[in-house]
């Protein structure tokens, strides 16, 4: 019998992280790399993890997959994973790692693997890895497009609602990793804690960037990159006024925007390094550049038409 291989796309949100913890809309998209399953049959339900990983995240693998795995009655299938993403990088290597395990697991069982069935069973392996979070990267990673996420708490068990936003125009990005980055868990915990303390101020904030994204979704459907480049750069002003950049994150998102980014600003957690986002209409020669210069980059296009012969 052949062996079981599925893929799980890593993640970007390119505008409103942080307030969609707080109800407030959120869009994200998939990245062409992500984490790659293979399942063979086996004696038992195990999981064989990276070696790349440290003891810490190869004990919380083994406790998530054992979550998930209990759910679908303990297939035995032996689970092998191959990250391409650098973990920990804000990237959403663990929601990739939680959707490629969980189209195993369910193929395994002999159930599809639909985004819905795919995302369910991931979001218990999430909430092993981070305690509860928005929900908005492993249901990326599970639809695979672009979409408009928001937090909400179904019956059925889902995490947010989900619509695609479609683009007629390639919405690429670079994706640039500057300095060693904070835990999510500590930057989302210090913003509970001044926003639990000056709660008005705070929800006015969560607010712009509320209508930023609205306004963001209407730009990207429209195919206006100009408008969805600015609506970027303000919500980065915004991130900065809810104090989660730094001094390595504001350097290279300025340095994405010199060179021509119709928007610029950090992905994900934020706090003292990680990952920035330039939106380019041309990203490889800035990649080219870059890596030249010794900044660990790479492209993604996260919706609209591709170019012939592009691998999806
Ligand atoms: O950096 P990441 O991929 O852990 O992104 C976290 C995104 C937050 O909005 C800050 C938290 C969340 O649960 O959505």
């Known amino acids: 019998k052949n062996p079981l291989v599925a893929f799980g796309a890593g993640k970007v949100i390119l505008l409103g992280e942080h307030s969609v913890v707080y109800g407030?809309?959120?869009i994200?998209?998939?990245?062409?790399?992500g984490v790659v399953a293979r399942g063979v049959p086996s004696r038992?339900?195990?999981?064989?993890?990276p070696v790349t990983a440290d003891a810490a995240q190869k004990r919380m693998m083994r406790k998530a997959f054992a979550r998930a795995a209990r759910l679908v009655g303990e297939p035995k299938v032996k689970v092998t994973l191959e990250p391409q993403l650098p973990l920990s990088a804000g990237l959403g290597s663990s929601a990739a790692l939680a959707v490629a395990t969980s189209r195993v697991l369910l193929q395994?069982?002999?159930?599809?693997?639909?985004?819905?069935?795919?995302?369910r069973l991931a979001w218990e392996m999430e909430q092993e890895f981070h305690g509860t979070p928005s929900g908005v990267d492993h249901t990326t990673s599970a639809e695979e497009k672009l979409?408009?996420?928001r937090r909400v708490q179904a019956p059925s068990g889902a995490t947010g609602r989900a619509r695609e936003l479609k683009s007629p125009r390639p919405v690429s990005v670079v994706v640039a990793l500057a300095g060693a980055r904070s835990p999510t868990k500590l930057t989302v915990g210090a913003l509970r804690e001044r926003q639990a303390r000056w709660p008005e101020r705070y929800k006015r904030l969560f607010g712009q960037v509320g209508r930023l994204v609205t306004d963001a979704a209407k730009?990207?459907?429209?195919?206006?990159?100009?408008?969805?480049?600015?609506?970027?750069?303000?919500?980065?002003?915004?991130?900065?006024?809810l104090g989660l950049s730094s001094p390595a994150l504001e350097d290279m998102v300025f340095r994405l925007r010199s060179m021509g980014a119709l928007g610029a600003k950090f992905t994900g957690a934020?706090?003292?390094?990680?990952?920035?986002?330039g939106l380019f209409s041309e990203p490889e020669?800035?990649?080219?550049?870059?890596?030249?210069?010794?900044?660990?980059?790479f492209a993604s296009q996260l919706a609209g038409p591709r170019a012939q012969g592009d691998i999806p």
């Open 270 to 277: 934020g706090g003292d390094g990680g990952a920035v986002i």
């Open 28 to 33: 994200a998209g998939p990245l062409s790399i």
């Open 219 to 241: 730009a990207v459907e429209a195919g206006d990159l100009e408008g969805l480049g600015d609506a970027m750069n303000v919500n980065q002003g915004l991130l900065n006024a």
């Open 147 to 149: 979409i408009l996420y």
């Open 108 to 119: 395994a069982a002999g159930q599809a693997p639909t985004p819905k069935e795919t995302a």
């Open 44 to 49: 038992s339900c195990v999981l064989d993890v």
């Open 285 to 297: 020669p800035v990649v080219a550049r870059l890596t030249r210069d010794g900044v660990r980059c």
């Open 24 to 26: 407030y809309p959120a």
